[in-house]
């Protein structure tokens, strides 16, 4: 049931976003058997946000866009996310801030055990803050489901 | 007022979390004029992360611990960066969930302009799950504050 | 001053919900002297859920709409009902989600100390998910407060 | 995609706790190729509600204890239901308050699409208040997961 | 409707605590038809926070005790002035922090119609930080109920 | 490191907002060193009493516009007094309600010891409610932060 070292989903998710040279890096992981995608949006809309994410995954083929439990499994994922990106409150434009982040979506077994089957890995990182140029600091948010 | 591309202090803060080298990587930030630590902490109470975080910083140097105001920056640097880990509540055996977790703190100035002064950031990375082995996945947490 | 097994105030508001006849049910309530309405709102508002049962409530004068007391424990039972719809965040469209709902209000004294006077219970079911036809699962809230 | 009227999997978890006679509705239940157990659990910890809920889970072969994806699919359910009964915060003994509970976990498919696969539901049931005799009223919490 | 200037409940109890002598002003206000008392609490449990208001607030026959319809009032009003202490998660020894407050208790009808009849307010002021003498800043907190 | 009796920033920005004649106090405080403003805002966008807020900051000079770690400290102060204000969810218009409400920033060093440097507390008091006249309370909020 343990994770395995060499299939650890967020962890390659993360990396994703902080590498040099992402795309390389995805074609990498496509290799060994792993769906992604990867992306940017800047919004002061959550919304904005889940969209973009959800879009990719679907247009990529991350996630089967028919079927709905897949669709639920990617939610809950950029939700979790964006708890560590806005650190309280889910809000963005709301309480008068701005996120610019790149994002990856990351599906694949990372267990050891076969039966543990496909889990989803979404990861943001960029930048938080007042709607004014250079008025923001750094964020990150990790959410990993079962699918 | 710009953030400065050699200088994203949250980045190097969970890079140091995600490498293979993570001591080796700690001596190069400090050479390049970075005050940092790192450390493990597993615990099913949260006040233990926190108190983990808090020594370390305090034993290293990072914070200086006679200044209210640095471990106030400090705190709630660490309390973000939960939010990250815990996605929604930040607790963990009071709704029966534990956490395997590294840390860093990284303390340094990230933006182009000297005025801006000192930042800390609190990187957390690990598992979260049962306290059973192997009912866990992985979990990310960045707080980042002016000191 | 315990709960009333006969008038369970919380239990008869979900049951009036989950009933295949409401309305039948819902005059049998008020038979027996309770007060109560139901309703119906789809929305990617949270407002407008406020709005739809506050206009409800008032308008088959289960509160007094000239009395703010009145208002106020509406007002507390349907957000804790919300919560209970919604687990975590309050928010629906600005995390691009949608609900489609059915509500009921429904006042009296749940207690077998007269003192207790009136309560207000404000219950919630339906459906929550993505802006997409079927892609949704079911919800429920529950609030209760004294009026 | 949409939800199958006649196998909404959070109605009948609910009904299943607001029943005179649960244990036979849930045997009809299981005549219907459902999975599911109900039990009690009362506790100013809400980490023993979450185990009391597992245990029986697990003991009754709702979900297999061995494949994680499955305790990690209750495990939330679990946390969604206790967003309903505790709104706002989910905690109980420390904020001074207690709970008495029954509860029901479900297993089933709930979509027309035999694509959905297997769904969870958790219903929760009961009182909430101080831990003094009748200074109580009631709650109820729902949650639901792809599993 | 409207509140009236000179009834102002949560400015009273605010200004109770703030106060160079506030059982002088505790007695003004009793001479002027309103109940109340005052206290000090320390600790590193909420509950105990909440423990010792309800006590105060019994023993000072703020509110009936036998009535559970005035407890409830108490327990949310109490609950709403713990958000603004704690500004986030209502926690406070799980997140390794303490708090030492004063907190007043008062009841009265603070708008100009009658039939609004009586309302709750809960003050608390005082500092929250660490468990290191001087490691704190100030804290506010009020919470209003009709009761 | 102890906080001094005489410069309580978060009394003396809640005094300043409860005043019969803020003017004239705040003229006083200035007249002892402290940097600080008072203003009014109403609205149901939170984000516009953030605006509100950072603007008369701003423009009277409590904090240096130039410099984020300043827009920094201020804005996580008006986020934590907001928390006092709403209790729970930080939203206004998307959850029905409006507030009305007084600010003062204020800016100095609370403590005994010159090292500690300024910090920032941000106080409001006015009303929450329905946008409905005279359906409302009185709230209260206070942020301290190191700057």
Redesign the interface.
């Given at each position: 049931?343990?994770?395995s070292k060499d299939r650890?989903?967020?962890?390659k998710a993360?990396?994703l976003l902080?590498s040099e040279d992402p795309d390389m890096q995805l074609n990498q992981l496509k290799e060994n058997n792993w769906k992604g995608c990867i992306g940017k949006v800047g919004s002061m809309?959550?919304?904005k946000v889940?969209?973009a994410i959800?879009t990719a995954a679907k247009k990529n083929g991350i996630i089967e866009s028919?079927?709905?439990?897949e669709?639920?499994?990617l939610?809950?994922a950029i939700?979790?996310a964006?708890?560590?990106?806005?650190?309280?409150?889910?809000?963005l434009?709301?309480?008068?801030?701005t996120v610019g982040l790149s994002f990856a979506v990351l599906r694949g077994n990372?267990?050891d055990?076969e039966?543990?089957?496909d889990?989803i890995?979404v990861?943001l990182?960029g930048?938080i803050?007042?709607p004014?140029?250079?008025?923001?600091?750094?964020?990150?948010?990790?959410?990993?489901?079962?699918?």
């Open positions: 049931m343990a994770l650890l989903i967020g962890r993360i990396l902080l809309d959550a919304h889940v969209a959800e028919t079927i709905y439990r669709s639920h499994a939610y809950h939700m979790e964006l708890h560590g990106v806005t650190r309280g409150q889910v809000q434009g709301s309480v008068l801030r990372p267990y055990k039966q543990e089957g889990w890995a990861s990182y930048t803050g007042a004014v140029k250079g008025s923001e600091h750094e964020t990150i948010g990790l959410g990993i489901n079962h699918i």
